[in-house]
């Protein structure tokens, strides 16, 4: 048996947060205008308007051609015009804990989101990655015929063509985890995009009856 299918053999609504503190981090300005800026933070751009807030915890408090005032861990600062790459050393705060619930055929089902865009996942501690058909991964915008690797999985009855591929990111909650591995597998299997093993192992996963928490570490 080969290593590819080997691998993928092995193939929750948000009510619990709580605040953690991340590693120092870059900020580059890469815009500015009247009340909206262009930032690259932590290697994700973002353009927001003045009020937003990023996933980082950076708000934007005023800008123009000029300049922008930040809000970093509730510091607030002036980035004059010409600073086009800005060192900082900051806390991001965000969210990391979600709780779900079994539902009433005893399965974990949530809401998050895959590069940005709407999924219902089930929670698949089972499966060696998250997993979605071909169909769900065109409705997702990912070229996993372009992008991804070829492979091999099996299902309950026959061995099926797949792509292993990178996602920019999958969140759940307030749980956020970038490049993340994921098969896209040829057909309509599985059902509903699986949370595997390439998201949970990097959290810290707890049972209690009928509850499943997600904790970012």
């Known amino acids: 048996m ?23 981090d870059t900020i580059e ?7 909206k800026a262009v930032l690259m933070i ?8 003045v009020g937003e807030v990023s996933p980082e915890g950076v708000k934007l408090i005023s800008a123009n051609s000029r300049g922008a005032v930040l809000e970093i861990d509730g510091q607030q600062k002036q980035y004059d015009v010409g600073s086009t790459t800005v060192a900082t ?5 965000k969210t990391n804990k979600v709780t779900i619930y079994k539902n009433s055929t005893g399965m974990y089902m949530t809401h998050g989101s895959i590069n940005g865009r709407s999924v219902r996942f089930l929670v698949d501690t089972g499966a060696s990655a998250i997993a979605m058909n071909s169909e769900q991964a065109k409705q997702l915008g990912i070229r996993y015929d372009k992008t991804g690797s070829p ?17 920019k990111t999958v969140t ?46």
């Open 2 to 24: 080969n290593f590819l299918i080997k691998r993928f053999l092995l193939l929750l609504s948000l009510l619990t947060m709580n605040t953690a503190v991340q590693a120092v």
């Open 29 to 35: 300005i890469q815009g500015l205008f009247s009340n």
């Open 42 to 49: 932590d290697g994700s751009r973002h353009v927001l308007s």
């Open 89 to 93: 050393t900051y806390t991001k705060r």
């Open 151 to 167: 492979a091999s999985v099996s299902t309950a009855s026959e061995f099926k063509d797949a792509y292993s591929v990178n996602l």
């Open 172 to 217: 759940i909650g307030g749980v956020i985890e970038k490049n993340v591995e994921a098969l896209v597998i040829e057909g309509n299997h599985p059902g509903p995009v699986l949370l595997g093993m390439t998201f949970l192992q990097r959290l810290n996963i707890e049972h209690s009856g009928s509850a499943l928490t997600l904790i970012q570490k």
